[in-house]
């Protein structure tokens, strides 16, 4: 199985900065990368598929970029409700999907 | 609008069974590949199943294969999760999630395994 690890497992930041969360592969996914949002209490919301689409209605502060083993999620300038966990997922040899471990962003 | 909506958790003991069940409406429910996807307490998140568009394929995680089924009845709209011989480590959240790809074409097979929809989640605990 395909291995996603996560870095950083925590950051803390401010309303305003310009923040990046990496997921690297245990081996090439190609972009069959997908980045997940979890508010605490709710479910898991898809912003970005295949590394660097947005998902409809999601706001254009999030991108995200990267190919073969290393990705990028980045937040162009933190608002209040960007305080949340994210997950990295790969897509690419499936069955089993595999998430990263999550990165959760506090305020500082 | 896409609705997902899990029912069926509760407190059970170890080795007995349950039954989850996810109504979704909003969308060609017939269409898509379905997921179930789980969240131990303060952790991550966990990949438990899927079933392809017409239910003719399935796929478990190694955690669940023989102890958990996936089905669907595309009449009902109904993604179902039948879970036997519970053990403590299956204690979690339990989300239906929705595939990313329209399989109306019936060429996609599972889909694409990008969930782009997921439900509120029931919790299951497993516990004597």
């Known amino acids: 199985d395909i291995q996603m690890t996560q870095s950083p497992s925590s950051l803390s930041a401010s309303v305003g900065d310009r923040v990046t969360i990496t997921c690297r592969a245990s081996?090439?996914?190609?972009?069959?990368l997908n980045w997940y949002q979890q508010k605490p209490g709710k479910a898991p919301k898809l912003l970005i598929y295949?590394?660097?689409s947005l998902q409809s209605g999601v706001p254009s502060r999030f991108s995200g970029s990267g190919s073969g083993t290393d990705f990028t999620l980045n937040i162009s300038s933190l608002q209040p409700d960007d305080f949340a966990t994210y997950y990295c997922q790969q897509s690419y040899t499936t069955p089993p999907v595999t998430f990263g471990q999550g990165t959760k962003l506090e305020i500082k | 609008q896409v609705q997902l909506v899990e029912s069926g958790g509760g407190v059970v003991q170890p080795g007995r069974s349950l039954r989850l069940s996810c109504a979704a409406s909003?969308?060609?429910?017939?269409?898509?590949?379905m997921h179930w996807v789980r969240q131990a307490p303060g952790k991550g998140l966990e990949w438990v199943a899927v079933i392809s568009y017409d239910g003719s394929n399935k796929y478990y995680a190694d955690s669940v294969k023989g102890r958990f089924t996936i089905s669907r009845d595309n009449s009902k709209n109904t993604l179902y999760l039948q879970m036997n011989s519970l053990r403590a480590e299956d204690t979690a959240v339990y989300y239906c999630?929705?595939?990313?790809?329209?399989?109306?074409?019936?060429?996609?097979?599972?889909?694409?395994?990008?969930?782009?929809?997921w439900g509120q989640g029931t919790l299951v605990t497993v516990s004597s």
């Open positions: 081996q090439s996914i190609s972009s069959y």
């Open positions: 999630a929705k595939d990313f790809a329209d399989c109306s074409g019936g060429s996609c097979y599972l889909g694409v395994s990008i969930l782009d929809y």
């Open positions: 295949a590394a660097s």
């Open positions: 909003g969308f060609t429910f017939s269409s898509y590949g």
